[in-house]
C-alpha cells in the first residue's frame, strides 16, 4: 500500500503523487516516512528527500528546510525551499555559502538567536552542494 | 472654432493615446493570467500551512508562554499598519482604495488614542504616505511588481514585521490590501496579521482523528515557534500575489474604459473636423460666388 507524498513549496506543488516511502531529512535525524506511519509533525533540516518505489530511489528533491505533517495516509512536505537534485546549481549554492560564511564572520558572537539562524542556513546551503555534487 | 490644423493634430494624438492604451490593456490581460496562476500555485502551502497550524496551536492551547505572534503582547496601544499597493499607476482607483482605506483606519485609530505606524508596502503607497503621514513610516518595501515575486519579497517583510514585534515597538500589525474578486472588482480589506487569527480546525477532523495522538518533533513549543514566522510570510506573499492580480485587473479595465473613451473622443473630434472643413468650403464658395457676381 503506498503513501501519498506531496512536497510544496510557498511558490507551488512540486511532486504530489505515491510512493511505497519517503526519507525525510528531520532535524534531529531522518525520518522514513511509510504508509500507516503514526501522526507526526516534524521540523526539517536542509536536506534530500529521497522517495522509494519498492526498494529503489526514483526521485530525489533537495528541501532547505521546513516542516513535514506525515499521517497514516499521507507525508505533505512543506519546504522553504525545494528543488529536484538534478537542477541544483552549486555554482550559486557555493556563492550563498560564501555570503554566509562571510555574515558569520560579521555577526555579532554574542547574539546567540542569530548565530542559530545563520547556522542553520550554512548547514541547508552546505546540504545542498554535497547533495548537487553526488549526483 | 479650433483650425483644422489643430484638430488634426489632436485627432492624431488622441490616436496614438489609444494605441498605448489598448497595448497596456493587452499586457495586462496577458500578466493577469500569469498573476492568477501563480497566485493558484501558492493556495495548496498556504492550505497545509493553516492546517498544521490548527493542529499545533490546538496542540499548545493552555500553555504559557505563547509566542508574541500568536498571542500579540496583551496590549493594543501601537497599531502597525502595512498598505499594499502596486509600483506604478494608470490602474484606475486601485491604489487610491488602499490609501482611503488606510486613511481612514489612521484617524479612527488616532481618534482612540493610539499610536499608529505604516509600513508601505509599493511605490505608490510610500509616496503618498510620505506626504500624508511621512512622520509615522517605519519602513518601506517596493518593488513589488516585478513579473514574478519571489518569495524572499514576502520573507523579508515578514522578517521586518517580526523583528518590530521582538523589539515592543508594536502590538498589533495589520495588512490594507486589494483583495481580488475579479478581474473587474477588487476590494479593499484589512487583515490582521498580529496577533494572528488562527482558525478552528475543523470540529469533525478532531474529533475523528485525535489531536493528542500527534506526535511532534522536536517540541510543539519549537514547531510552533518556527511555523509562526513561517505562516506570517505566507499571508503577506498571498496577499501579495493578490496585489499584483488586483493591480493588472484594475490595469486592463481602466485601459479598456481608456481605449473606449479615446474612440469617442477621436468620432466626435472627426465630426467635428468635418462640419468645420465643410463650413470653410461653403464659406469660400460663398466668397468666390459673391465676387464673380460683383464683376
Keep these: ?135 | 472654432m479650433a483650425s483644422l490644423k489643430e484638430l488634426r493634430a489632436r485627432i492624431g494624438s488622441i490616436k496614438s493615446t489609444r494605441k498605448i492604451t489598448s497595448a497596456m490593456k493587452m499586457v495586462a490581460a496577458a500578466k493577469l493570467r500569469r498573476a492568477q496562476a501563480s497566485a493558484e500555485a501558492a493556495r495548496p502551502y498556504a492550505a497545509a500551512m493553516r492546517r498544521m497550524l490548527g493542529e499545533l496551536a490546538g496542540a499548545t492551547k493552555g500553555e504559557d508562554g505563547a509566542p508574541l505572534l500568536l498571542a500579540g503582547t496583551g496590549q493594543d496601544k501601537v497599531h502597525l499598519l502595512v498598505p499594499m499597493t502596486s509600483d506604478r499607476g494608470l490602474c484606475g482607483g486601485f491604489n487610491a482604495n488602499v490609501h482611503r482605506l488606510t486613511l481612514q483606519s489612521i484617524r479612527r485609530l488616532q481618534s482612540e488614542g493610539k499610536t499608529v505606524r505604516l509600513l508601505p508596502v509599493g511605490r505608490r503607497a510610500l509616496n503618498f504616505f510620505m506626504r500624508e503621514h511621512a512622520d509615522l513610516i517605519v519602513d518601506h518595501v517596493i518593488g513589488t511588481s516585478a513579473k514574478e515575486i519571489p518569495f524572499s519579497v514576502a520573507s523579508g517583510l515578514g522578517d521586518k514585521i517580526n523583528a518590530l514585534l521582538e523589539a515592543g515597538e508594536i502590538d498589533v500589525c495589520t495588512l490594507v490590501f486589494n483583495k481580488f474578486r475579479n478581474a473587474m472588482t477588487q476590494e479593499p480589506t484589512c487583515q490582521q496579521l498580529v496577533p494572528m487569527v488562527v482558525e478552528d480546525a475543523s470540529p469533525q477532523l478532531e474529533a475523528s482523528n485525535d489531536v493528542a495522538q500527534y506526535e511532534f518533533e522536536p517540541d510543539e513549543a519549537t514547531l510552533l515557534a518556527m511555523l509562526l514566522p513561517r505562516n506570517l510570510q505566507v499571508q503577506i506573499y498571498a496577499s501579495l500575489l493578490e496585489t499584483v492580480a488586483g493591480e493588472n485587473g484594475a490595469r486592463m479595465t481602466a485601459m479598456d474604459n481608456a481605449t473606449r473613451n479615446a474612440g469617442r473622443t477621436i468620432d466626435s473630434l472627426t465630426q467635428v473636423y468635418n462640419r468645420t472643413r465643410q463650413t470653410n468650403i461653403t464659406n469660400e464658395l460663398i466668397e468666390i460666388i459673391s465676387g464673380a457676381q460683383a464683376v
Excluded: N
Excluded at chain 1, 552549486?90 to 558572537?109: F, P, V, Y
Design chain 1, 1 to 135: 500500500m503506498p503513501i501519498q507524498i506531496e512536497i510544496i513549496s510557498p511558490e507551488k506543488v512540486l511532486v504530489s503523487r505515491e510512493v511505497d516511502m519517503a526519507v525525510l531529512p528531520g532535524m534531529e535525524g531522518d525520518i522514513a516516512a511509510m504508509p500507516e506511519h503514526s501522526p507526526m509533525m516534524l521540523l526539517l533540516r536542509g536536506g534530500v528527500v529521497a522517495l522509494y518505489e519498492g526498494d529503489k530511489v526514483t526521485d530525489r528533491y533537495f528541501v532547505g528546510g521546513g516542516f513535514a505533517d506525515i499521517t497514516p495516509a499521507r507525508c505533505t512536505v512543506l519546504a522553504d525551499k525545494a528543488v529536484p537534485v538534478s537542477d541544483i546549481s552549486i555554482d550559486t549554492a557555493t556563492a550563498q555559502l560564501e555570503a554566509l560564511s562571510e555574515a558569520w564572520d560579521k555577526a555579532d558572537k554574542t547574539d546567540t538567536s542569530r548565530l542559530v539562524v545563520l547556522q542553520d542556513q550554512i548547514q541547508a546551503v552546505r546540504a545542498e552542494i554535497e547533495a548537487g555534487s553526488a549526483s
